[in-house]
């Protein structure tokens, strides 16, 4: 039986790691190719990111390779009538389909824990090396070109003295010409600022210009903060659920709870106090209406803190769902061709899990549906799974 074992780990692992390998190399390639188009990175920023996109790639490439090398082990086995004469010796299928079972669990606990590295170190170390690129991009263009500009917003500037920036012009473009925004200062200097995913504009004796009618001076110092993505903290202040490590939530969850919990009494209080004194019109107001929204948003955040470590050990998992729907189904159908039975195998998981899990997610984020509904997909390939490894023992 240890032999037994043995050669099946052999089997596996000398597909696994070629495969992984390059299943890694194209997710990386995504990762860092969508950033490296999005903002303009030199080969230099492109290399410092491959760290801190290896455990995002990986996240998505382990169970994926996983499902391809026991889709080409157990194929090739039943194509070749190992499996029959295993069951011919009387060994039952289970001792072959075991050792990638512990497997597939073990590497569902390994992405389980990437995720939570890709959370918490990988996605902030890319946005930080993204930052510094832009700045250092900025710079050398304001020092060639005298400008720089982005989808929203554009710099121009009359000299460039290291980090000083002389006479610059900053203009933020709205959809029509009432939109647009221009900060003009005697001088300037950008720096990168990754709490806010921006970058900051400190302004010395500034004035804007919003309308041909309106137009303010200031002699002061004033930091403007140039919104480099879609994040929470632009607007709030915190993180995205999905950006928040796994030990961390707990401690989220009970900051937005006494959060909700300050809103609703504060809403209350003011609420009464407009009735005490008579001013019921208040009550009706535009003031109501943002005290509503904000406690209405502060929830659907509790509702997605709860979601996300579901979230994550279900789509962790996913890697033994797969093996446990394509270990059985790939010794049923005996083919060697390792692409087809990988097709045949995942495409109904595709068709199937995925939007299962979606579905789970969305419900269970708005508070639809209870957070173990993310489990669902996980669910219906463990019944499918063990419906075939039924037919398989009696094969």
């Known amino acids: 039986m240890h032999r037994l074992t043995r050669y099946i780990l052999t089997e596996f692992f ?43 790639a990986l996240v998505f490439a382990i169970p994926g390779t996983t499902l391809f090398a026991t889709c080409f082990v157990y194929g090739r086995m039943a194509a070749d009538n190992e499996v029959m004469a295993v069951k011919a010796m009387g060994i039952p299928p289970m001792a072959i389909l075991w050792p990638i079972f512990t497997l597939a669990f073990l590497f569902s606990l390994l992405v389980v824990g990437l995720n939570d590295i890709a959370v918490s170190w990988g996605r902030e170390g890319v946005k930080r090396v993204v930052l510094e690129s832009v700045e250092q991009i900025a710079y050398s263009m304001l020092r060639t070109h005298r400008a720089y500009s982005r989808d929203k917003f554009s710099i121009s500037v009359t000299e460039v003295d290291g980090h000083r920036l002389i006479g610059p012009t900053i203009t933020f473009h709205g959809d029509s010409k009432e939109e647009t925004v221009v900060f003009l200062a005697e001088e300037a200097e950008l720096y990168s600022n990754p709490a806010k995913n921006a970058l900051s504009v400190s302004l010395t004796d500034w004035e804007v210009e919003a309308s041909d009618q309106l137009r303010i001076f200031w002699p002061n ?49 003011e609420a009464a106090f407009e009735m005490l004194t008579g001013d019921f019109e208040s009550l ?13 948003n502060a929830r659907n955040r509790l509702s997605r803190l709860y979601t996300e470590p579901w979230r994550r050990w279900a789509t962790g998992f996913s890697c033994l769902a797969f093996v446990l729907v394509g270990a059985p189904l790939a010794i049923r159908l005996r083919n060697s061709d390792v692409w087809t039975s990988f097709a045949v195998c995942f495409l109904p998981i595709l068709a199937v899990y995925y939007p299962l899990l979606n579905v789970g997610v969305d419900r269970a984020k708005s508070g639809d549906l209870p957070t173990w509904t993310v489990w669902i997909g996980n669910v219906v390939l463990a019944l499918a799974g063990w419906w075939m490894l039924k037919r398989v023992q009696r094969y």
């Open 284 to 296: 009706a107001g535009e003031a109501w209406e943002t005290r509503r929204v904000a406690v209405e």
């Open 221 to 269: 110092n004033h930091v403007i903060d140039i919104s480099l993505g879609e994040r929470e903290t632009k607007a709030t202040g915190v993180k995205r659920p999905a950006d928040v490590a796994l030990r961390r939530i707990p401690l989220e969850v009970e900051d937005q709870l006494e959060k909700i919990t300050e809103l609703e009494q504060s809403s209350a209080a």
């Open 14 to 56: 000398k597909i696994f790691l070629i495969s992984l390998a390059g299943m890694t190399a194209v997710a990386m390639l995504a990762v860092v190719g969508q950033e490296m188009m999005r903002q303009g990175l030199s080969f230099v920023n492109v290399l410092r990111l491959l760290p801190y996109a290896l455990p995002i």
